[in-house]
């Protein structure tokens, strides 16, 4: 048996750089030769405390580029050479959500370098030389697009998805509250989707000081100063749209106080925490409030902006390491919050 080298997750705080044995792709899938890998925000939440999505030992990775090098039965042989990034919702297409489009909402989905679906099967992910994955899960990069940005199309497409939730209108405010790869990657769509007035919030200034760079018209750090301010760049009447792009338990309430009667919130962001709001306003000042979870077909569409060079993915790279040197990065991102994204070249 072909061997690899891959860090593994045996448990929080226990990522470890070793030799496993190198997959083979089985019916209907192809092995790819893994080019770059991002970490994923989610990734460094599981290595802090775990939960039943990342049952040790698993591979991590869901955010990756490379070239297909091996292909499985019933896969064109005409594959391998191709370049390509992957949609890690492994969705059935059988179901009544698979039906009607909505791949994120499959409740028998398995998510690559997660164990998610029903069996809580493990499905390994990218931080390896090699990574195997059904042919449906593609995503071809187009000639023009690079492997570094192959590694973030998942989380771009989070963010274009995100930014599309409820009817968007040209001009409109918008608060982002979180300046972390999710909120800036969000700006720049907002951006290309001619927002107005953009405002981030964050408690790390030269996170803010790069979503000034990528579009955001107001930045307000909210360790020196009270989130409420925002309201000054919007004549205190409040925001069109709030995007939470953070996890911050107290973000929602925020939200609700900022958002302007009959604005609407999107939580991108995942609160793991139980929390209290007042509902009230909800109501009594029309506001809806928008789940939005990964994304369905947008990888597709981010590979347009990204042909037209209208992303700044560079800035948002802040470190790039090597899968040796993986197990260390995820100790530091345990607690530094100055990163933003980190990519792992692999090959
Ligand atoms: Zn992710
Ligand atoms: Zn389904």
């Known amino acids: 048996m072909e061997s690899m080298k891959a860090v593994v997750f045996h448990g929080p705080g226990d990522m470890r750089f070793e030799t496993v044995p190198k997959p083979v792709p089985k019916e209907g899938e192809v092995c790819i030769k893994v080019k770059y890998a ?9 290595y802090k405390i775990g939960s039943d999505r990342a049952i040790p030992p698993i591979i991590f990775g869901h955010e990756f580029s490379g070239e297909i090098v091996e292909v499985g039965p019933g896969v064109s042989e005409n594959r391998v050479g191709q370049r390509v990034s992957v949609n890690p919702i492994l969705y059935c297409g059988e179901c009544y959500y698979c039906k009607r489009g909505l791949i994120n909402l499959c409740p ?8 998610l679906g029903v069996e809580k099967k ?8 090699y990574v195997c994955v059904p042919e449906f899960a593609l995503v071809p990069l187009r000639d023009d697009v690079t492997f570094e940005e192959g590694a973030l199309l998942e989380p771009l497409a989070v963010c274009l998805s995100g930014a599309k939730k409820g009817s968007f209108g ?3 405010s918008v608060l982002v509250i979180g300046a972390g790869p999710i909120g800036l990657m969000t700006i720049q769509f907002l951006k290309a989707m001619k927002a107005g007035n953009i405002v981030a919030t964050d408690i ?10 990528i579009g955001a018209d ?7 100063q009270e989130i409420d301010r925002a309201l000054d760049f919007v004549d205190g009447i409040g925001f069109d749209r709030v995007i939470i792009a953070a996890g911050v338990p107290s ?10 009667s009959g604005g609407r919130i999107v939580m991108v962001g995942m609160i793991r925490k139980k929390i209290e709001i007042d509902p009230l306003p909800i109501v009594g000042r029309e506001i809806t409030v928008y789940g939005s979870y990964m994304f369905t077909k947008e990888m597709h569409e981010v590979m347009d902006y990204l042909s037209n060079k209208m992303l700044n993915v560079k800035d948002i790279i802040t470190s790039v390491c ?15 919050s100055e990163e933003i994204k980190v990519l792992v070249k692999v090959a």
């Open 38 to 46: 991002g970490i994923c925000g989610s990734d460094v939440e599981e």
């Open 218 to 224: 107001h930045v307000l750090n909210v360790k020196a």
């Open 322 to 336: 090597s899968l040796e040197e993986l197990p260390d990065m995820f100790k530091k991102l345990a607690s530094d």
């Open 170 to 172: 040209e001009g409109e």
């Open 108 to 115: 028998y989905r398995r998510s690559i370098g997660r164990t």
């Open 251 to 260: 973000s929602l309430s925020d939200a609700l106080r900022l958002v302007r």
């Open 122 to 129: 493990r499905c390994d992910g990218a931080f390896a030389e």
């Open 204 to 213: 790390v200034d030269s996170k803010l000081e790069t979503a000034r760079k």
